[in-house]
């Protein structure tokens, strides 16, 4: 047994169930992966006893000798990878990051530009429920909704109208590439910061598979988990001259001492990224989610925008007859994991709304290709249509269902995901 089975077997169960689940089910929820083994050592290594407020070499507290080679060591990796001028490596995650760079670069009540939430933005973009829509004036961009694409003329027109302080770039449902320099252009004109916030996209940037914002824009924030394939955590780079703000923005500005188990994680994921094996891995999420997309539309599924070019696809269930919800729900009972979302020009609502967002990362951390592409849409509009049959009974959709997560799990047995024991 564990230390753990024998201290708290009740979490320790609790554990195991979860390793279990996500062993056998297919999850294709876009911002979650697997972490290697070493990643899950150092985020649980004895680092967590350590409290360090500060930075490196200026510290308000004593016996910090290793604290600074762990967080220079991440720092240093970073800037390696993404070629940024300045890196602060303790956010929390990606919305205190966020928080941070309206705490250093604006002034509560300022205007902003986000992209909304209703066409693919995230919720610090200002979104209205967010401190980011209730402290600032928030303005939000879209897509153009017969395309699915960003219209960078309008976001301009929109720019130049509101002149906004800060101009946030980045996504958390859009399947197209974003355009950093037109974006950079934009805030150029109209006198704004610009921030490209890529927590969905930072493994593809890092491995070259996706135009780098650094370098474009002023201010990149991401998260350290999603497609970098790190621990939970969040990161700011940014030009020189902004490095003194940032950091004051994080510490002492909203955060107190950083997790330097975290760190030591990311500075792991970073050793990882910078190899050709991660590159051929980024490269791969691009290649699945495009064969995906492609054998979704060829099965009927509303793909939004017709495809995508980066992680993940954005899919309209409207015309399988299904809700994003109902859909979401009934894969889940299938074996195969995902997410119900809003899409562009949504009539229903965020609980109830016409979409689903799927992503590549964790199936192509277990070395999925497009074999296994082809075989999930046929699953999945296997289940869209079991789901809208209104004459088939509950028994015997059920059953239905427990036999594909039957054939899931034969799949999964044959692809084991990375940090996973499974005996």
Known sequence: MSVLDQVDPDVSSIIAAEQRRQHAKIRLIPSENYVSHAVLEATGSILTNKYSEGYTGDRYYEGQQQIDKIEQLAIDRARSLFGAEHINVQPYSGSPANQAVYVALAN???????????????LTHGAGVSISGLHYKAVQYGVNESTGYLDYDEIERLATECQPKLIFCGTTAYPRVLDFERFAAIGKKVGAFVIADIAHISGLVAAGVHPSPVGHVDVVTTTTHKSLRGPRGGMIMCRAQFADAIDKAVFPGLQGGPHNHTTAALAVALKEADTAEFRAYAQAIVDNAKALGQALVERGFGVVSGGTDNHLLL?????????????????????????????????????????????????????????????????????AQIRADESIDRDSRREAYRRVAGEVRDLCDRFPAPGLDIA
């Open 315 to 383: 899919v309209d269930m409207t015309n399988k007859g299904v809700t994003g919800n109902q859909m979401s729900k009934a894969l889940d009972a299938a074996g195969i994991v995902c997410n119900y979302n809003l899409v562009p020009g949504d009539p229903r609502s965020a609980r109830r709304p016409s979409g689903i967002r799927l992503g590549t990362p964790s199936i192509t951390s277990r070395g999925f290709g497009g074999d296994q592409m082809i075989q999930l849409a046929d699953w999945m509009d296997e289940i």
């Open 108 to 122: 509560p009540g300022d205007t902003v530009m986000g992209l909304s939430l209703a066409h693919g933005g995230h």
